[in-house]
């Protein structure tokens, strides 16, 4: 348990902070969900249309920092691979 006032302000912080992350986390992880199930369907136009939005959302959760900058640059190519070889 923390002993001085400004560790248990710091416990409030991290809590807070922990929430914030794993709601970004939870919206990083539907948005994949999302679109790898529309390439697995085979609906290109579904998928061409949620890729900006998968784009968008995994830039804005490597920028908070709750992923790496790297990690998201990686799924954004990988699914970009996906849907150019869909037909």
Do not use: P
């Not at 001085?4 to 902070?17: D, E, G, Q």
């Not at 290109?44 to 992923?67: E, P, T, Y």
């Amino acid at each position: 348990m923390a002993n001085t006032s400004s560790a248990k302000k710091k416990t409030k912080v991290i809590k807070r902070k922990t929430a914030i992350n794993r709601i970004r986390i939870g919206k990083y992880k539907s948005s994949i969900s999302q679109i790898e199930n529309a390439i697995k369907s085979g609906e290109k136009d579904k998928a061409m249309k949620l890729f900006d939005n998968f784009q968008s959302q995994l830039m804005k959760v490597s920028k908070k920092g709750s992923i790496r900058r790297q990690t998201a640059s990686r799924k954004i190519s990988r699914t970009a691979k996906k849907l150019a070889a869909m037909k």
